[in-house]
C-alpha cells in the first residue's frame, strides 16, 4: 500500500508510528507539506519510503501576515531551486471555503494557490490538492493557470461525482482518506466506487481523519488498511487488488520504482 497522503512530522512518535505501518502492509507515505516549520521536519524523515512534498497549506495561508506568507513562498522557490531533498510533489495547496477559515482569507487563499500551480509547471512536479467546499472556483483556476504535464492529486476528496469527473478529466488523481470509511458518507462512498481504477489512491491524512473503524485518537498510516478495506469492498474487489492498484498508481504519478 502507498499513503498518499499525510503529516507523519506533525506527530512526537513518528518512528514507532512508522514501524507499525510498515508492519501493517504500508510500502510508502507521502509527507504533504503545511508550512516552513514543517518542511524542515519533513526534510530530516525523508528515506526512500518516506516521501515529501512541500507546499503553504490553505489553512497557513489564511492564518498568516502577507509577510510571513511571502517569506515562506521565497523560502519554497529557494528550496525547489537548491533541493535539500528530491520532492516528489509540490503542496498542499488550494482552496477552502469551509467555516475552518475566515471568508477574508479566500483572495489570498486563491493568489497563492495560483503561485504554486506556477511552480509546479517550472519544476514540473505534481500537485498535492486540498480543495473544501470550493470545487468551482479551483477548477476555474486550474484551467485558467493549466495543469503541469506531471497532474496532480485531490487529496481527501469530499466532492460529488460531477466534481470527480471535472478533476478526471482535467487528468487528475482523486485520493479517498478514511470518510469512506464511514456509512453516512454516501457521496464521497460512491465516487469512491464509481471512479476510473487508474485514477485511484488511498491515504490516512494522519494524524487527522482518524477512521471510524478505529477507536478515538490520533490516526496513524497503518489504519490505511481500512480504507482500502472500505473502497475494496465499494467496488466488489479483493482488498489486495485495490491494495496494489494504488500503490502502482502512486508510483507512476510521483515517478517511484513500482516495488
Ligand atoms: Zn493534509
Not at 507499525?20 to 518542511?39: F, Q
Not at 529557494?78 to 503542496?91: F, N, R, S, Y
Not at 479566500?106 to 493568489?111: E, F, H, P
Request: neutral net charge; aromatic residues 6%; glycine residues 6%.
Amino acid at each position: 500500500m502507498f499513503d498518499a497522503h499525510c503529516h507523519l512530522e506533525r506527530m512526537a512518535d513518528a518512528n514507532e508510528v512508522w514501524q507499525r505501518s510498515r508492519k501493517a502492509g504500508v510500502h510508502g507515505v507521502l509527507i504533504a507539506g503545511v508550512n516552513a516549520e514543517g518542511w524542515k521536519k519533513q526534510n530530516e524523515m525523508h528515506d526512500e519510503n518516506i516521501h515529501v512534498a512541500w507546499g503553504l497549506h490553505p489553512w497557513s495561508v489564511a492564518h498568516a501576515t502577507g509577510e510571513q506568507i511571502q517569506e515562506q513562498m521565497d523560502l519554497l522557490q529557494k528550496m525547489l531551486a537548491d533541493p535539500p531533498v528530491q520532492p516528489i510533489a509540490l503542496g498542499e495547496t488550494g482552496i477552502d471555503h469551509s467555516k475552518r477559515v475566515s471568508k477574508e482569507s479566500r483572495d489570498i487563499q486563491a493568489t497563492v494557490f495560483r503561485q504554486h500551480i506556477r511552480l509546479s509547471k517550472q519544476y514540473n512536479l505534481p500537485l498535492v490538492l486540498h480543495i473544501v467546499r470550493a470545487h468551482e472556483q479551483a477548477i476555474s483556476i486550474l484551467k485558467d493557470e493549466g495543469l503541469p504535464p506531471a497532474g496532480g492529486m485531490v487529496h481527501s476528496f469530499s466532492g460529488n461525482g460531477v466534481d470527480a469527473k471535472r478533476y478526471i478529466n482535467m487528468g487528475l488523481h482523486i485520493s479517498f482518506s478514511g470518510t469512506v470509511t464511514d456509512v453516512r458518507r454516501k457521496k464521497v462512498r460512491e465516487v469512491a466506487k464509481n471512479i476510473p481504477m487508474d485514477r485511484l489512491l488511498v491515504e490516512t491524512d494522519a494524524p487527522d481523519q482518524t477512521p471510524i473503524t478505529r477507536p478515538r485518537g490520533p490516526n496513524e498510516p497503518a489504519f490505511l488498511v481500512d480504507v482500502v478495506n472500505a473502497v475494496a469492498t465499494l467496488r466488489e474487489e479483493t482488498f489486495e487488488t485495490v491494495a496494489k492498484r494504488t500503490l502502482r498508481n502512486a508510483c507512476l504519478l510521483f515517478k517511484l520504482e513500482i516495488p
